[in-house]
T-cell receptor
Framework: DTEVTQTPKHLVMGMTNKKSLKCEQHMGHRAMYWYKQKAKKPPELMFV???????INESVPSRFSPECPNSSLLNLHLHALQPEDSALYLC?????????????????FGPGTRLLVL | GQNIDQPTEMTATEGAIVQINCTYQTSGFNGLFWYQQHAGEAPTFLSY????GLEEKGRFSSFLSRSKGYSYLLLKELQMKDSASYLCAVRDQDTGGFKTIFGAGTRLFVKA
């Protein structure tokens, strides 16, 4: 099973709403990621969790709040978003967070949540 | 800082071979990925290189030269379904841990 699942697939929210994106993997991966992707642009890394601890925050505004309740789940809590935050939000996971020379690392992506902020 | 360069667009003919190049500059190189992404879909993994040389997987091969900061993705026997964006991504390790940086992607058009 190399599947990363994300819910919901689509989300429309107002600027005063609070919503959460969910991501789940059952591959025993110890690293999980949130990316944001705008149309016709490459994914931009937002957060990295390693062994359920936040290891990288790419200077993401505080209106995005990640949470890793356990090794299989990753949430992204959204509050007071702006229209420019509309994008595809991708979750990914990989086996081992710490890079090791010669180790094989594959990031598996979920299908994404397409977010529209009105 | 980090920098990843790849061509914006390429066009090739069905059945042909195409090579997509990627050059990069990173401070803590820890591997290079190639992903395929069709419009409106999530990226799918194609290859991962961390050591120099060629990795072959079916119709796709990926090459890495760490000393030159260079990689390429080779697609053989092109099919129409190979029309997609191909993303070069470098895994970089710094004091904060590791992260994966994506290039802007190369849009490949396969024509009949």
């Amino acid at each position: 099973d190399t599947e990363v699942t994300q819910t919901p697939k689509h989300l429309v929210m107002g600027m005063t709403n609070k919503k959460s994106l969910k991501c789940e993997q059952h591959m025993g991966h110890r690293a999980m990621y949130w990316y944001k992707q705008k149309a016709k642009k490459p994914p931009e890394l937002m957060f990295v969790y390693s062994y359920e601890k936040l290891s990288i925050n790419e200077s993401v505004p505080s209106r995005f709040s990640p949470e890793c309740p356990n090794s299989s789940l990753l949430n992204l809590h959204l509050h007071a978003l702006q229209p420019e935050d509309s994008a595809l939000y991708l979750c990914a996971s990989s086996q081992e967070p710490a890079g090791m020379s010669g180790s094989r690392e594959t990031q598996y992506f979920g299908p994404g949540t397409r977010l529209l902020v009105l | 800082g980090q920098n990843i360069d790849q061509p914006t667009e390429m066009t090739a003919t069905e059945g042909a071979i195409v090579q997509i190049n990627c050059t990069y500059q990173t401070s803590g190189f820890n591997g290079l990925f190639w992903y395929q992404q069709h419009a409106g879909e999530a990226p799918t993994f194609l290859s991962y290189n961390v050591l120099d040389g060629l990795e072959e997987k079916g119709r796709f091969s990926s090459f890495l030269s760490r000393s030159k900061g260079y990689s390429y993705l080779l697609l053989k026997e092109l099919q129409m379904k190979d029309s997609a964006s191909y993303l070069c991504a470098v895994r970089d390790q710094d004091t904060g841990g590791f992260k994966t940086i994506f290039g802007a992607g190369t849009r490949l058009f396969v024509k009949a």
